[in-house]
T-cell receptor, first 112, second 113 residues
Framework: EAQVTQNPRYLITVTGKKLTVTCSQN?????MSWYRQDPGLGLRQIYY???????DKGDVPEGYKVSRKEKRNFPLILESPSPNQTSLYFC???????????FGDGTRLSIL | GQNIDQPTEMTATEGAIVQINCTYQ??????LFWYQQHAGEAPTFLSY????GLEEKGRFSSFLSRSKGYSYLLLKELQMKDSASYLC??????????????FGQGTTLQVKP
């Protein structure tokens, strides 16, 4: 089954404790992206990757890092999480330039 | 700047037809998508328009006018399970971010019996 898998689905943690949200897709998509979704603000792109070892900032990259060492995986790293990063996060993948983006089930992060 | 506008909330009756409008102003345009999102769940793809006109897919249809920067999603024979948020998104990332989607804030549709 074609899918995008995120882990964990839920996480409550404290300020400053490094965390990683994993994302994996099995559709051989080149393009992967991370979004955060906040009430009243919609989905906003954090980082994206056009292919292996090619990543760039989206609209709200501050406080986040990513890596793309393999085509299928695109982890999101919060080196020193802060409460303003409490949000619902989605990973998505597609072929660039055409076709819809497929979204993972989401990760709800609470930073205390 | 880049902007996508859609109504915040709409209410309709089971069995009826509802039209959700979306207007956009983006620096590039490579297609417009509609997604459905139930509360706390992932957005799921509904429709895609890149050329002007109507695309029909079962109970759902989507229309695009590129010259007007306008799209709508039409839902027919509404069912209770259609209660969800509907997200309008434009792919307009230019040559350096060809997959980027710019999302509107979403329209929350409530279907009443």
């Amino acid at each position: 089954e074609a899918q995008v898998t995120q882990n964990p689905r839920y996480l409550i943690t404290v300020t400053g404790k490094k965390l990683t949200v994993t994302c994996s897709q099995n559709m051989n998509h080149e393009y992967m992206s991370w979004y955060r979704q906040d009430p009243g603000l919609g989905l906003r792109q954090i980082y994206y990757s056009m292919n292996v070892e090619v990543t760039d900032k989206g609209d709200v990259p501050e406080g986040y890092k990513v890596s793309r060492k393999e085509k299928r995986n695109f982890p999101l790293i919060l080196e020193s999480p802060s409460p303003n990063q409490t949000s619902l996060y989605f990973c998505a993948s597609s072929n660039p330039g055409f076709g819809p983006q497929h979204f993972g089930d989401g990760t709800r992060l609470s930073i205390l | 700047g880049q902007n996508i506008d859609q109504p915040t909330e709409m209410t309709a009756t089971e069995g009826a037809i509802v039209q959700i409008n979306c207007t956009y102003q983006t620096s590039g345009f490579n297609g417009l998508f509609w997604y459905q999102q139930h509360a706390g769940e992932a957005p799921t793809f509904l429709s895609y328009n890149v050329l002007d006109g109507l695309e029909e897919k079962g109970r759902f249809s989507s229309f695009l006018s590129r010259s007007k920067g306008y799209s709508y999603l039409l839902l027919k024979e509404l069912q209770m399970k259609d209660s969800a948020s509907y997200l309008c998104a434009v792919r307009g990332g230019g040559s350096s971010n060809t997959g980027k989607l710019i999302f509107g804030q979403g329209t929350t549709l409530q279907v009443k019996p």
